[in-house]
């Protein structure tokens, strides 16, 4: 596509449910990233995939984060049983390269999601 | 771990100059990048720097000092449309590390 999709636009979930997040990133682009923005903070990295790589689940906050890429494309991001604090806007991206000026990343306009 | 730290907030005049600081130290740099953020958007690429210098792209200016850890955006003319946060970010092998980001108000 055009730029780096994601849905749903805005999610309102009760405590202790499972939500899932998807992101559609620009068509040929082979990094993917998730990152999560909590109000008035900067952007805190959760995951990467490049390719066939294996993924870098280094930001993940928890083990109720979890995130898969079908086919080097379509990611899902899944948080199993919502806390609270996981209210923030959950935005991902991609880029066409690794590192340097190709690996400038175009973000989506994020999930904005509320734990209730 | 990495460590990038800029202003939280700074306030300027229409028509005048801002200049946002950035330092940063982490463990690795491929470069570094300046997003701007409208409030409900998603972040917009600015500008890149790997080498040491300054890099002009119309009203906008991006500096770095690799040995200092250290970057500079310059706003020129600026427009109530600048009103934004202003993201630095580091390119640490293959990630992108940023800093909270300075929210700049410009006001007539």
């Known amino acids: 596509g055009a730029g780096v999709s994601q849905s749903p636009s805005n999610k309102v979930t009760e405590k202790g449910k499972d939500v899932e997040l998807r992101c559609d990133p620009i068509?040929?682009?082979?990094?993917l990233y998730w990152y999560r923005q909590s109000l008035g903070q900067g952007l805190e990295f959760l995951i990467y995939f490049q390719g066939n790589s294996a993924p870098d689940k280094s930001g993940l906050p928890s083990d109720r984060f979890s995130a898969e890429r079908t086919g080097g494309s379509v990611s899902t991001l899944t948080i199993q049983r919502t806390q609270q604090e996981d209210s923030a806007v959950y935005l991902c991206a991609s880029s066409s390269e690794t590192g340097g000026p190709g690996n400038t990343i175009y973000f989506g306009e994020g999930s904005w999601l509320t734990v209730v | 771990g990495q460590n990038i730290d800029q202003p939280t907030e700074m306030t300027a005049t229409e028509g005048a100059i801002v200049q946002i600081n950035c330092t940063y130290q982490t463990s690795g740099f491929n470069g570094l990048f300046w997003y701007q953020q409208h409030a409900g958007e998603a972040p917009t690429f600015l500008s890149y720097?790997?080498?040491?210098g300054l890099e002009e792209k119309g009203r906008f200016s991006s500096f770095l000092s690799r040995s200092k850890g250290y970057s500079y955006l310059l706003l020129k003319e600026l427009q109530m449309k600048d009103s934004a946060s202003y993201l630095c970010a580091v390119d640490n092998d293959y990630k992108l590390s940023f800093g909270a980001g300075t929210t700049v108000t410009v006001r007539a």
């Open positions: 068509s040929g682009h082979t990094a």
């Open positions: 720097n790997v080498l040491d």
